[in-house]
């Protein structure tokens, strides 16, 4: 293991199945002693940091590996994230300690695309409401409860990467316009205030960086039209969430299905208590198929660099140390 006299690897990704001889089986087998501490809610960096102590490599959630959680964990040579995501992660500071960090791209963009299918109809549809309507005994089929269809609708996508280009794939069927606002893709990009003013549905798809933290704001959800809903399983930051709760409240626009927030959970948010509002736990990348696939990826991520190979999908290869089996492997 690279020199280090350490044999631990924390996991908290939820569920990891000790049992299957790809995940515990095989850090088992390999000689780790692995702890289980699954995060399945809100985990401060005070909280990560104690079970970090004496840990070779971490298989992780959205934890909070802050510059003081890193800084305390001298042991810690490989992250790997169950997942595409790593805001929640110093990167800079990982790599000037020789911290590997590696994701599970591929894993998850299908699902991800399907739940944002779901996200639009259950709100197109008024699905949790017309539900908790039912369950309540009323049978309220028209007026207020009279759900929209997809069908017909100008849907605009901020961003087009694998996810964003799987959703346009799977709203084809449903004859929607479909507007994309992504500079990547040069002139084919609708401008942004273009696609808010003229979609009735609005879908974010680009990733979290110091450009797009807010993207959606008080000032651009007033462009966008008042019977539109906007849709966000992408980065819950990407949204500020007051200024989309003043929004709703004040019909600036006419609903939102989120499957990401800006603190999560997000317990104390007036979006819960919202009928024009659908949510989800950050489950949009989730599914029995791809959580096999993505516990699977960052375990032999954790294995690769204890044998001193390069694992896959590293984000910061200057976290390398310099040792001639991975010199040999690059």
């Known amino acids: 293991m690279l020199g280090s006299d350490s044999n631990a690897v924390l996991v908290t990704w939820p569920d990891y199945d000790m049992d299957d001889p790809h995940l515990g089986g095989a850090l088992v087998a390999a000689g780790f002693d692995v702890r289980l501490e699954p995060k399945r809610g809100h985990r401060s960096p005070a909280q990560l940091a104690p079970m970090l102590h004496g840990v070779f490599g971490a298989i992780v959630s959205t934890d909070p590996f802050t510059a003081e959680v890193l800084a305390s964990s001298p042991a810690l040579r490989v992250i790997a994230r169950v997942g595409v995501g790593y805001d929640s992660i110093d990167v800079a500071e990982a790599s ?26 259950a709100l197109l549809r008024r699905i949790p409401e017309l539900d908790r309507d039912v369950r309540g ?102 949204v500020d969430e007051a200024a989309l709760v003043e929004a709703l409240q004040s ?31 950050h489950t949009g990348g989730i599914s029995t198929v791809s959580v096999a696939e993505m516990t699977r990826r960052a375990t032999q991520a954790v294995l690769d660099v204890a044998a001193g190979r390069r694992p896959e999908n590293l984000v910061n290869p200057e976290s390398l140390p310099n040792t001639e089996t991975l010199k040999e492997a690059l």
């Open 96 to 121: 000037k300690r020789g911290i590997c960090l590696a994701t599970t791209p591929g894993g998850n963009e299908q699902v991800v695309a399907d739940h944002t299918i779901a996200l639009i109809l």
């Open 137 to 238: 005994g009323g049978w309220n089929r028209t007026g207020h409860y009279t759900p929209r269809q997809l069908t017909g609708a100008t849907v605009g996508l901020v961003g087009c990467g694998a996810i964003g280009r799987f959703v346009a794939e799977r709203l084809q069927g449903f004859g929607v316009e479909l507007l994309i606002h992504d500079p990547a893709i040069g002139h084919a990009s609708t401008p942004l205030d273009t696609l808010l003013s003229t979609s009735d549905v609005v879908s974010l798809h680009c990733p979290l960086l110091p450009t797009t933290r807010h993207l959606i704001n008080a000032e651009t959800l007033r462009m966008m039209r008042p019977d539109a809903v906007l849709v966000n399983a992408a980065r819950g930051p990407i």
């Open 251 to 281: 019909g600036v626009i006419a609903g939102a299905a989120l499957d990401v927030f800006e603190t999560e959970p997000p317990a104390a948010s007036p979006l819960l208590a919202m009928d024009n509002v659908v949510v989800s736990p």
